[in-house]
């Protein structure tokens, strides 16, 4: 397939050595980004229709850093202010195990859904690494899913000198954290911005979905971290080099 062409059966897209093989589950791409230009994009969802928006371009970009990859992009959003429902957040996530993809960054949250948790679990016996955001609803809030999902590799959110961000998740499912922010005079910033650079570490580690994987991804991550400020961010501070 051609980059943000809308993917068939598996293995259709072409492989590109040595690339990152990795899935987003966001917004919409904008493929014709300059900070994109090493990634070949496949697209899911939105009837095959392009329709970037920042969330999904940032989260995008942050999850590629720069280097070859192929991204599996499926689109929840389709042009509107907030994520699909849950179903269609089913539907992408079997997608990506259709297309095999060994890692995966879910960007969003949400309740407890039984679909939804079978399709984790599903997913991670097959060998999957599943990367979450925790959510921005404080440290008060409970856990929202997928992040919640035992297996789920859940990511809270610091800023540049390592304190958790105010709104950030916290709890005894967190995993790790990242910087979650992007753009500090913009407020553009969060838990969406730190999951896609775990992510992105574990998919240089996880080139495919190997059964087991999913149970040793926190090992790979305690291994690259850094020490945190607080014992809120489970194995570290996650920064990809």
């Not at 089913?90 to 949400?110: F, T």
């Not at 789920?152 to 000198?161: G, H, K, N, T």
Request: proline share 9%; hydrophobic share 45%; glycine share 12%.
């Amino acid at each position: 397939l051609p980059a943000g062409g809308q993917a068939g059966a598996p293995g259709d897209a072409p492989a590109m050595d040595g690339a990152l093989r990795v899935g987003l589950v966001d917004g919409g791409v904008d493929t014709t980004s300059p900070a994109l230009a090493s990634a070949r994009i496949v697209r899911h969802g939105c009837g095959g229709k392009a329709l970037p928006q920042p969330h999904g371009t940032h989260v995008a970009t942050r999850l590629v850093g720069g280097q070859p990859s192929m991204l599996y992009a499926a689109d929840l959003w389709c042009g509107e202010r907030v994520g699909g429902d849950t179903l269609a957040l089913v539907d992408a996530l079997r997608w990506m195990a259709r297309e095999r993809v060994p890692v995966v960054n879910v960007s969003l949250v949400g309740p407890d859904n039984v679909a939804l948790r079978r399709t984790v679990e599903a997913l991670l016996s097959r060998g999957h690494v599943v990367v979450a955001a925790a959510g921005n609803e404080g440290p008060a809030a409970p856990p929202r899913c997928p992040a919640a999902y035992p297996g789920v590799v859940a990511v809270a959110a610091v800023d540049a000198r390592g304190v958790l961000l105010p709104e950030s998740a916290v709890g005894a499912h967190i995993d790790a954290c990242a910087d979650g922010v992007v753009d500090a005079r913009a407020r553009t910033r969060g838990t969406s911005f730190a999951a896609p650079l775990v992510a992105r570490v574990l998919a240089r580690a996880y080139p495919v979905a190997t059964p087991g994987r999913s149970a040793e991804a926190v090992r790979v991550l305690a291994g690259t971290a850094r020490p945190a400020r607080t014992p809120r961010c489970g194995a570290g501070i996650v920064s990809p080099t």
